[in-house]
C-alpha cells in the first residue's frame, strides 16, 4: 500500500470514528430529550385531570364530556383509569373494551404516591392525591408516537447522513493527502530517474521550509557526495587499467619473443609461458574492468545491438586460443533450433565476449583434456548456451559460493587465477537479462548453462 493511500484511508478511518460517535451522541440526547419532553406532557396532563377533579362538582356526570372535549392532541393512544378510596374504578376513557388494570400499581401507590414507568407499553404515569378530603387513584398510559416517529426517522436520517459523509470524506481525504503529497511523488519520480551514470542532474529545488524541501536539499547534496565518490572511482579504475594495460602489452609481447627463443631449457621455457599466461590472465581481467566501470544496469541498454551469439562464441575462442593453443572447441547447433534468427540477441557484443572467454578459458585450464564442447540450443523460447567440459566437479559447498569473487575450487591448486571470473561472468549476463546455472552432469562432466 502506498504512503498516499495509507495515510488517507488512517486519516478516513480516524474521521469516521469520530462522526460516527458524533451520530451516536446525537441520537442518544435527541432520545433523552424526546423521554424528558413526552414525561413533561405526561405530567402536565396528570396536573390537569386532577385540577378538573378539585373543580368538579359532580366528577362522574362532567367527566364523560370533559375528558372527550380535551383529549385532542394532547397525547396519542391516551387511557385514564380514574379509582375512589375504595379502588373502584369511578371512570375510563376506554369505552369499546373489557378495562382491566393491575392492582399492584394501585398498591406501589400507597407507597409511592407517584409513578412513571417508561419501560412499560404504553407508558405509564399514575398518582395518588387526596381532593376534597377523598383520596383519587389517577392511572394515565399512553404512547409516544409522535416522538418515536421523530426518534425513527431521525435513525433513518443519520445513517443516510453517515453514509453519505463517509464516502464524500473518504474521497476528499485521498485527494487532499493527494494534493499535499503530489511534490513527494514528484521527488520520486525524479530520484528514481538518477543512476550512477547520472549523479550530476540535481533535484529542483522549492523556497519552502517544509519538509519535503528539506529532504530535496539533502539528497541533493547526497548525490553530489556521492558524484564525487564515484567520479574518483572511476577515473582511478580508467587510469589504473589504462597504466597496467601498456606494460602488461609489453611484458606480453617480450615474453612471446623470449619464448620463440631456441636457447632456453624445458625448465625456463615452461616458467616463460606460465608467466605469458599469467600476464594475458591480468591483461584480460584489466580490460574486463574497465568495461564494467563504463556501464550499469540502466545505462547498458542504451548501446544494445542486434549481435550473433555463434558470433560471439568464434570470437571468444580465437582470443583464448591465441594464449591456449591445445584449447579444442566442439560447437554445434543443435535441431532444436527451428529458426536460425533467434540466435540474434540484443547486447554489448564486447562484454559478451568476455563471458564466453571466461568459461573457455576456465576449460582450458581447469579442463582433463583441454577440451570444450559448445552446444546451442532452444529450450521454451529461450535461447541456451551450454559449456561443457571435463574435469573434477565442484562439491555442493562449493557450487553455492561460485559466483564469489575471490572464490576458487578446490580444482584450482597450481591453478593460476584471479577467482573473478565468474563473478565478472554473472555481471555481465544479468546486464543482459540473461542467467547462468552450473550442472554437474556426471562424476567427471562439468556443464555451465547459459540461458537467455
Known amino acids: 500500500m502506498t504512503l498516499k493511500r495509507k495515510i488517507a484511508l488512517n486519516l478516513s478511518i480516524a474521521f469516521s470514528i469520530l462522526f460516527g460517535l458524533v451520530m451516536i451522541v446525537i441520537y442518544i440526547l435527541f432520545n433523552g430529550f424526546r423521554k424528558e419532553e413526552f414525561k413533561e406532557r405526561f405530567r402536565k396532563r396528570l396536573d390537569f385531570t386532577i385540577t378538573f ?134 521527488l520520486n519520480a525524479q530520484v528514481s530517474e538518477i543512476t550512477a551514470h547520472k549523479l550530476t542532474n540535481q533535484i529542483p529545488e522549492q523556497n519552502y521550509k517544509d519538509e519535503i524541501s528539506v529532504l530535496t536539499r539533502s539528497f541533493n547534496t547526497m548525490i553530489k557526495r556521492l558524484n564525487d565518490v564515484f567520479q574518483s572511482q572511476r577515473d582511478f579504475t580508467a587510469s589504473a587499467s589504462h597504466e597496467i594495460r601498456t606494460p602488461l602489452t609489453r611484458m606480453s609481447f617480450q615474453l612471446e619473443n623470449l619464448i620463440k627463443l631456441q636457447k632456453h631449457d624445458d625448465e625456463v621455457l615452461a616458467s616463460l609461458k606460465r608467466m605469458h599466461t599469467d600476464v594475458h590472465q591480468l591483461s584480460d581481467l584489466t580490460n574486463s574492468l574497465l568495461l564494467l566501470t563504463k556501464f550499469d544496469k540502466e545505462n547498458i541498454r542504451s548501446i544494445f545491438e542486434l549481435v550473433r551469439i555463434d558470433e560471439v562464441v568464434f570470437d571468444a575462442f580465437a582470443n583464448v586460443e591465441s594464449n591456449f593453443p591445445e584449447l579444442q572447441m566442439d560447437f554445434e547447433i543443435l535441431d532444436s533450433i527451428d529458426d536460425l534468427e533467434i540466435l540474434e540477441l540484443r547486447g554489448v557484443k564486447s562484454l559478451l565476449e568476455i563471458v564466453f572467454i571466461n568459461l573457455l578459458k576456465n576449460a582450458a585450464i581447469y579442463s582433463e583434456d583441454q577440451k570444450a564442447s559448445v552446444d546451442i540450443l532452444q529450450i521454451d523460447n529461450h535461447l541456451v548456451v551450454d559449456v561443457c567440459s571435463k574435469g573434477k566437479t565442484l562439491s555442493e559447498e562449493e557450487q553455492s559460493r561460485l559466483y564469489e569473487a575471490f572464490m576458487r575450487g578446490d580444482n584450482t591448486q597450481n591453478k593460476s587465477g584471479s577467482g573473478l571470473g565468474l563473478r565478472i561472468t554473472k555481471r555481465i549476463l544479468e546486464y543482459h537479462n540473461a542467467d547462468i546455472s552450473y550442472i554437474a552432469k556426471s562424476e567427471n562432466e562439468n556443464l555451465f548453462r547459459l540461458t537467455f
Open 53 to 186: 377533579i378539585e373543580k368538579s362538582k359532580n366528577f362522574e356526570e362532567e367527566a364523560p364530556l370533559f375528558f372527550d372535549e380535551n383529549s385532542d392532541n394532547v397525547l396519542l393512544n391516551e387511557q385514564i383509569l380514574i379509582f375512589n378510596a375504595k379502588r373502584e374504578l369511578i371512570y375510563s376513557t376506554i369505552k369499546d373494551r373489557k378495562v382491566s388494570w393491575d392492582s399492584r400499581i394501585l398498591d406501589d401507590l400507597e407507597k409511592k404516591k407517584i409513578i412513571y414507568d417508561e419501560s412499560a407499553s404504553p407508558e405509564i404515569y399514575a398518582a395518588l392525591r387526596e381532593i376534597n378530603n377523598t383520596k383519587y387513584y389517577i392511572l394515565t398510559t399512553a404512547v409516544d408516537v409522535n416522538g418515536n416517529s421523530k426518534l425513527l426517522f431521525l435513525k433513518y436520517l443519520l445513517i443516510f447522513s453517515y453514509a453519505v459523509s463517509l464516502l464524500i470524506l473518504w474521497l476528499f481525504c485521498y485527494n487532499i493527502v493527494g494534493k499535499f503529497l503530489k511534490p513527494l511523488e514528484e
